[in-house]
């Protein structure tokens, strides 16, 4: 199982609203990461979690809010977002966050879920 | 500042031609290079790629990394219409050890 789920597949939410992203992989991966990507961009880091814990935060607004609770699972909790944050929302993981020779960290990615604020 | 520059942005073929999309990078602790291909949603890996002038081969696509000038080719021989995509280029590495993306290269194949 090459799998990384993500749930749900489309959203549409007010600004007004709070929902969740959520993210699964059963591959034994102990690094999982957010990313976030604009039409026609590449995707942009916006969190990494390695070992349940969060090891990095590019300067994401507080509206974003992730959460691991267990080496399996990494959710994206979303609050009074902007127009502007509409965008597909990708979660990756993969072996480790140790990237080297001899060490096949391939990152896997999920299919996304399509984000529209309105 | 770390970056990866794919070449060309765009890249318009017929069924049965060869394409070579290019990789070049200037990223500090070099760890790997990886290849995706990107449909409608999400990326899907291609090759991973750690050492200088191996050539990694999957079907119709191979690729090869050239860690003394910085740049890495991804070659797709007698192309066909669904390998239409967005081909992104990912250097892991930087300060923090991330994946840091090009801007992709968009191959369009027409029958």
């Known amino acids: 199982d090459t799998e990384v789920t993500q749930t749900p597949k489309h959203l549409v939410m007010g600004m007004t609203n709070k929902k969740s992203l959520k993210c699964e992989q059963h591959m034994g991966h102990r690094a999982m990461y957010w990313y976030k990507q604009k039409a026609k961009k590449p995707p942009e880091l916006m969190f990494v979690?390695?070992?349940?814990?969060l090891s990095i935060n590019e300067s994401v607004p507080s509206r974003f809010s992730p959460e691991c609770p267990n080496s399996s699972l990494l959710n994206l909790h979303l609050h009074a977002l902007q127009p502007e944050d509409s965008a597909l929302y990708l979660c990756?993981?993969?072996?480790?966050?140790?990237w080297g020779v001899g060490m096949n960290t391939e990152a896997f990615f999920g299919q996304g879920t399509r984000l529209t604020v309105v | 500042e770390d970056k990866v520059v794919q070449s060309p942005l765009s890249l318009v073929v017929h069924e049965g031609d060869t394409v070579t999309l290019n990789c070049s990078y200037e990223?500090?602790?070099?760890?790997?290079l990886l290849w995706y291909k990107q449909e409608k949603k999400a990326p899907t890996f291609l090759f991973m790629l750690?050492?200088?002038?191996i050539e990694k081969k999957s079907g119709r696509l191979s690729s090869i990394l050239d860690k003394k000038e910085l740049f890495s080719i991804l070659n797709i021989t007698a192309t066909q219409t669904g390998d239409s995509a967005v081909y992104l280029c990912a250097v892991a590495g930087g300060s923090q050890g991330n994946l840091i993306f090009g801007k992709g290269t968009k191959l369009s194949v027409k029958p």
């Open positions: 990756a993981s993969s072996l480790t966050r140790r």
């Open positions: 750690t050492s200088s002038g």
């Open positions: 990223v500090t602790n070099f760890r790997s």
């Open positions: 979690y390695s070992y349940e814990k």
